[in-house]
């Protein structure tokens, strides 16, 4: 072997020197490759001294410049050993956080990945210390890696029970929504509608789904169940008020599923509100043609009946004139009479009426709930009871009274007796007849009501529309 080839292999084993750390291979090669090249150094032939000097100086160079290499690399394979290990030192740090209690996150396990990803990385290069280093590392790693895919399988296979378990309740609360969105149909009967409600509400309450409070118009105000078009279009309000409070129970497909059949549900709903609202129109029409004839042969009863009682009060006037005439003498005792003999019923009923309302006073007292209620109505049945005394004792002075003008007048006229029955008769046929025309005010006023009562009727049945 001359220089030439010899200087070749010190270039090669330079370049090798260089490349040490970032190609495949180890620095025992390059140290076997050493002892080769020291080899060919005894079997070289230079030309002359000096060649085989600097090739010398140059060989052990290379000699040098190795062990720097190798010294670095050792200091940076401590460094890349550290790395690793410190990230599983992490990975078993964050795993040690969890517990029964406190289990691991989606976001835990992320961070896991991350950290096992970047940890395998430094197992796929040969710059590890030392071979127990590297098993010692692997073991842990592979154990804390393994315990985290068990927690890890665990989570996901928690989640796809409870995400089959929101399907099946999800299918369940559609199927039922579903009967009742149907039963609002138009055509199904309203209390059938109202059973249909009251079991989805049951089923609710057996599955805890009342902590969002959902209302339901059939069953908050079950006496609008008369008003049929209203309850339905109200009814599929709170099932989109339902499918609103509880979205996270309901799958995207179920929840579209329902409100399909609302939308199917709404041609036919709507073309009934029409079909409502004309036939409600029609029997305003109808009560208003009615109506006309009634006030046309009211007013002309009414007139009858007022000229009726314009004559029975002329005839009135007439006979009592005519019995003021015949009174004379015994006129202005006749009057203190009658006016007494008319104030005793008065009183009478008066007394009556007191009497009731002492009982009614006694009930009050005997259920009243406190002392100072009952101080009260003491003094109320009091005061009732002292009237009565003095209405007692006035009608005992109008008898006396009445006594006395009887004594003084010792025969009253027969004519007089007869007028006073005339007198009597006419006042009660003009008390019919003003009986008459104010049973007529009332009709008119309850026709009247009648009227509004039939339009907030409409307007109640629209507020749902």
Known sequence: ??????????????????????????????????????ENFKAAQFDTTELKEAANQKFQQLINQLKEKENQ??????????????????????????????????EDFAELRKLSNQAFEYFKLPRWSTKDRRTTAWDKYSNIRNAVKEKEDELYAKAREEKTKQISQSLEITEKLCVVVNA?????????????????????????????????????????????LRCRTETLNDVRNFINNYR????REHKGQIFANIDALKLDLNKAWETHKEDQQKRQEEWEIKKKERDEKRLEWNK??????????????????????????????????????????????????????????EKKYATAWTDSFKTKVEEWITEKKEKITSVEKDIEVLKAKIADINKKAEELPSKIKELDDSIVEIKSKIDEVKEKLKNDTLLVENNSGELVEAVLEVNKEEVGN
């Open 184 to 228: 609002c149909h138009p055509s199904v009967d309203i209390n059938e509608l109202l059973n249909f409600v009251n079991r989805f509400h049951q089923f609710l309450q057996e599955s805890n789904l009342t902590e969002l409070n959902t209302s339901w118009h059939l069953i908050e105000k079950s006496e609008d169940i008369k008003y049929s």
């Open 1 to 38: 072997m001359n220089s030439i080839d010899l200087d070749k292999k010190l270039e090669i084993f330079n370049n090798l020197i260089v490349e040490l750390g970032s190609a495949n291979y180890t620095s025992k090669e390059l140290w076997q490759r050493q002892k080769e090249i020291a």
């Open 248 to 251: 996270d129970y309901l799958t």
């Open 73 to 106: 690399l050792e200091a940076a394979n401590e460094k890349f050993c550290e790395e690793a290990e410190v990230l599983i030192i992490q990975m078993e740090q964050l795993f040690a956080r969890h517990s029964d209690e406190i289990p691991l996150s989606k």
């Open 304 to 361: 009858k009946q007022h000229d009726f009682l314009r004559m029975l009060e002329g005839r009135l006037e007439n006979q009592t004139a005519y019995k003021a005439k015949q009174e004379s003498y015994l006129q202005s005792q006749k009057e203190y009479a009658a006016r007494f003999e008319s104030r005793i019923p008065q009183q009478q009923d008066y007394i009556k009426k007191l009497v009731e309302q002492v009982i009614d006073l």
